[in-house]
């Protein structure tokens, strides 16, 4: 009898325990869709005052992928995403929200979280978009993690997907030949407290925290620096013809301010994320950074002293995606095996805004 009271006591204590830790989200299934056009620089080397050799050399990009006239943001996203939610080991009725980082939308309006709800056919989910340029897809999966550990939603599809062959300046040297088009998405599932004390308890800092799952989310902006980088037409400036025809409603973007910027806070935000948690740089596997330009990435691995290795890249075949550059480096390393249980992530992007943001989470 004393020995069954001990037990339930025993098992009692647990459970306080357990329900003093608040439930956490992992990643449980990533995917990626890139358009099959192919587009190298020897298309810009053709019409333009560039060169392959400029292009590779100033930023790393050897190609990129581009749309055709019959796609769309929702229709690049929907074979990312079902691919996100099988190897989740889900079905899309499992989805209970749909958040969709952009700046390439569908159309104004529906958002094209709810025209990606509408392919993939689920009837009951929460969808919005969210924009936050190139650092967009660390906003949304920023704000899916808050909605799980709120109880919000169980299992979100966070999606990555730009089209920037669509706002580009095919005359810019300075911007087209950097842009690409993809997407990349994961599902984000929630983890209960139980299921993290059956992993196993990792102390950080004295809070107990799932050993796979999002530790921490660093997010900020910048707008007084809204005109670096920005396309200067919508309902403040609605485009017109002469406008169009001397190219003011493309993308515009001072190449310089930008890249300077991105690399003072690339850097900072990821040292910045090491010290929350008295990190070493040698602790994480991998910095899954933004692609936009190799120099800006070789510059931040001298910043926060980490071997370059560590920063996988494959900006050299996509060019910069925007939101969808991190969700598609990731589902890349995930389908190649490269990143093993237990690794430790920095996700990290800059972007117009301006925006930046890091996330730190275990795989
Ligand atoms: O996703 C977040 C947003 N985007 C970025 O993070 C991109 C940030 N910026 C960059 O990656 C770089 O600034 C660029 C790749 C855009 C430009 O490289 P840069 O080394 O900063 O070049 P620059 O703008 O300082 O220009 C140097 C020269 C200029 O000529 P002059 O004025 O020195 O005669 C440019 O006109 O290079 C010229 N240039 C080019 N030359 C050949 C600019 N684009 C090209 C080009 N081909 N495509």
């Known amino acids: 009898m004393g020995e069954a009271l001990s037990k339930e006591a025993e098992a009692s204590t647990e459970a306080s325990a357990a329900a003093e830790v608040a439930v956490a989200s992992r990643i449980t299934g990533t995917g990626f869709s890139v358009p099959d056009r192919v587009v190298t620089n020897a298309h810009f080397e053709s019409y333009l005052d560039t060169s392959d050799t400029w292009i590779r050399e100033r930023t790393g990009i050897v190609e990129r992928r581009w749309v055709g006239p019959e796609e769309s943001a929702s229709s690049l996203a929907e074979p990312a995403a079902r691919t996100a939610i099988e190897r989740a080991g889900l079905q899309a009725a499992d989805i209970d929200g749909i958040i969709v980082a952009t700046v390439t939308p569908d159309y104004a309006f529906p958002s094209t979280a709810c025209m990606l709800q509408q392919r993939l056919g689920i009837d009951d989910a929460l969808a919005f978009d969210v924009n936050a340029v190139c650092s967009g897809f660390v906003y949304a999966l920023s704000t899916a993690d808050a909605y799980i550990r709120a109880g919000m939603c169980r299992n979100v599809l966070v999606v990555g997907v730009d089209l920037y062959s669509r706002i580009i300046n095919p005359n810019d040297r ?83 301010e930008v890249f300077k910027l991105a690399v003072r806070k690339l850097g900072e935000i990821s040292l910045e994320m090491l010290e929350r948690f008295d990190l070493p740089s040698e602790a994480v596997r991998y910095f899954i950074s933004h ?71 275990r795989w």
């Open 174 to 256: 300075g911007t087209c030949i950097l842009f690409g088009d993809g997407a990349g998405a994961v599902v984000l599932s929630a983890v209960a407290p139980e299921e993290q004390f059956a992993h196993g308890d990792t102390l950080i800092r004295g809070s107990v925290q799932t050993t796979a799952g999002i530790y921490s989310n660093l997010l900020g902006a910048d707008g007084k620096h809204s005109s670096i980088l920005c396309v200067p037409c919508g309902t403040a400036n609605q485009p017109t013809a002469e406008s169009m025809a001397t190219d003011a409603h493309y993308l515009t973007m001072e190449g310089r």
């Open 291 to 361: 692609q936009a330009n190799e120099r800006i990435l070789l510059s931040m691995a001298k910043h926060i002293k980490v071997d370059a290795a560590r920063i996988p890249m494959n900006l050299d075949r996509y060019g910069n995606t925007s939101a969808a550059t991190i969700p598609i480096l990731l589902a890349e390393l995930d389908q190649d095996g490269k990143i093993d249980s237990g690794d430790l992530l920095m996700l990290n992007a800059f972007g117009g805004g301006v925006t930046w943001g890091a996330i730190l989470l």
